[in-house]
């Protein structure tokens, strides 16, 4: 079992950037990683992915060339570069771990609270 752990969520005023961590209790080397985020009265919606190696990255269309998504397999964390933020970006953001070729997401963490204020 492996638990996932989010962290750098906060308030920030719109136009302005924060990092989230999501540190996992194992080795996350061998799956994709997904950060999803899920605003008040909407459904959960896919942000980014990166694959096991770090060189293939996905975005959604809403925060493509404004947030990046990295990961540090020795240290067993995801990271996700959160810039030129817009209030429509205030959510609960969480991580996600998938093994190659599986159908749904192996490991879920609780999330982190991000708000923008304009």
């Known amino acids: 079992q492996v638990q996932l752990v989010e962290s750098g969520g906060g308030v920030v005023q719109a136009g302005g950037s924060l990092r989230l961590s999501c540190a996992a209790s194992?080795?996350?080397?061998?799956?994709?990683m997904d950060w999803f985020r899920q605003a008040p009265g909407k459904e959960r919606e896919f942000v980014a992915r990166?694959?096991?190696?770090?060189?293939?990255?996905s975005y959604a269309d809403s925060v493509k060339g404004r947030f990046t998504i990295s990961r540090d397999n020795t240290k067993n964390t995801v990271y996700l570069q959160m810039n030129s933020l817009k209030p429509e970006d205030t959510a609960v953001y969480s991580c996600?771990?998938?093994?190659?070729?599986?159908?749904?997401?192996?490991?879920w963490g609780q999330g982190t609270q991000v708000t923008v204020s304009s």
């Open positions: 990166i694959n096991w190696s770090g060189d293939s990255t």
């Open positions: 194992g080795r996350i080397g061998a799956y994709f």
């Open positions: 996600a771990m998938q093994r190659l070729g599986a159908s749904s997401y192996d490991y």
